[in-house]
């Protein structure tokens, strides 16, 4: 995707603020993301998704590892629990930004 705007236009959530969790997994591998909207982790390390981009990037996630939030690529991600079955599709905000 093209890093410099909005990753995607419409996102996936469990409510319409995007607070609630959607899902939990375990990460495959290690990730380092290419900029501070990316979450990092090692393998093995749990990931908490609380929406999901649909449209161009539909291979994004965002959710948490510790205290840390960002964006991630799905296909590193093993979903072990699901907390909601209901997915709302809502329009992006401004994407994450990085301050430099």
């Known amino acids: 995707p093209d890093l410099g705007r909005r990753f995607a236009e419409r996102k996936r959530c469990a409510d319409l603020e995007c607070s609630m969790l959607m899902c939990r997994g375990k990460a495959m591998r290690d990730f380092k993301g290419p900029d ?33 939030f960002g964006y991630f690529p799905k296909d590193l991600l093993e979903i072990n629990h699901n907390y909601s079955n209901e997915e709302l599709e809502l329009p992006t905000d401004v994407s994450l930004t990085c301050s430099f």
């Open 36 to 68: 501070c909207r990316f979450v990092n982790f090692k393998k093995g390390e749990a990931v908490y998704v609380y929406y999901k981009l649909i449209g161009e990037s539909t291979e994004l996630w965002a959710g948490s590892v510790g205290s840390d």
